[in-house]
């Protein structure tokens, strides 16, 4: 139990790109269980929009 003022880790969003939701859950499992992360979203069917080459893709 804490009884008193802590010292907090500042809040971090990553996000990253895998090859399949194999990968992903395999990432995200790791990471939790390590205590590395508190909690992992995963987003299928995310949609990028960025410039490559000069142009907006």
């Not at 939701?21 to 995310?46: D, H, K, P, Q, Y």
């Amino acid at each position: 139990m804490i009884t008193g003022p802590t010292e907090q880790a500042p809040a971090l969003v990553v996000l990253c790109t895998c090859p399949d939701e194999a990968t992903a859950t395999r990432i995200a499992t790791e990471l939790v269980a390590t205590r590395l992360a508190a909690c992992v979203t995963r987003v299928a069917g995310a949609t990028a929009t960025y410039r490559w080459k000069g142009r907006v893709e």
